[in-house]
């Protein structure tokens, strides 16, 4: 069974630190994305990581993809209470069905 | 440039009822994908749509169904509904049906009551 696991599934993390969230995938896939939802709204693309090795930073936050360990991260830098979100890494399938399949999901609260 | 819209935003329907939710994808898009997103949950895939042909199936009953317009634009219909169908239903549009990013509408809001 196909599955992408985030850790922590809640993140409470005080203004001006650093923290990183995981995402691992079982199965073999060289894309890999990272939304962004607020509460009962859509999806926000954050970034897209298309190989091994790949590195985006935007702001705060940075993306990284290692499709050799299955494990990309999303590290924020000092922390700010607009990233306060719920994030979602996904992978991207793509073996005769075309789908993402999302991870559970990181709720962080930035406290001021 | 208009993304990806969806109609209804939110919807309140009666167990048993059917609804119909709609999706019109970015311009020049041909690939139309619905998720269904639970509270608490990460989206998950329930119809691939591309070039009018459904590409993808999730695990999802056949109360399910879809279908893919001329221009693209898409319908989600779901029969005798449930409680548990109460999510939001997030459609996403791709220029092709493979290897290329996903861009997602703001949803519907399904309540079944």
């Known amino acids: 069974e196909l599955k992408v696991e985030q850790n922590p599934l809640f993140l409470s993390m005080q203004e001006g630190k650093n923290y990183t969230i995981y995402c691992n995938y079982s199965t073999t896939s060289d894309r890999l994305y990272w939304y962004r939802q607020d509460p009962g709204k859509s999806l926000e693309s954050l970034f897209v990581?298309?190989?091994?090795?790949a590195v985006k930073q935007e702001g705060r936050l940075m993306a990284s993809l290692d499709t050799k360990a299955r494990l990309s991260t999303l590290h924020i830098t000092a922390a700010v209470h607009d990233l306060s979100a719920t994030y979602f890494c996904?992978?991207?399938?793509?073996?005769?069905?075309?789908?993402?399949?999302f991870g559970t999901g990181t709720r962080l609260k930035v406290l001021a | 440039d208009a993304g990806v819209t969806q109609s209804p935003t939110h919807l309140i329907k009666t167990r048993g009822q059917h609804v119909t939710l709609r999706c019109s994808p970015i311009s020049g898009h041909k690939s139309v994908s619905w998720y269904q997103q639970v509270l608490g949950q990460g989206p998950q895939f329930i119809f691939q749509y591309y070039e009018k042909e459904e590409r993808g199936r999730g695990n999802f009953p056949d109360r399910f169904s879809a279908r893919q317009f001329p221009n693209y634009s898409s319908e989600l219909n779901v029969n005798a509904l449930l409680l548990g169908d109460s999510a939001l239903y997030l459609c996403a549009s791709s220029f092709t049906a493979m290897n290329t990013e996903a861009f997602f509408g703001q949803g519907t809001r399904l309540t079944v009551v």
């Open positions: 990581l298309l190989s091994n090795g």
């Open positions: 996904a992978v991207d399938i793509a073996s005769g069905t075309y789908k993402y399949i």
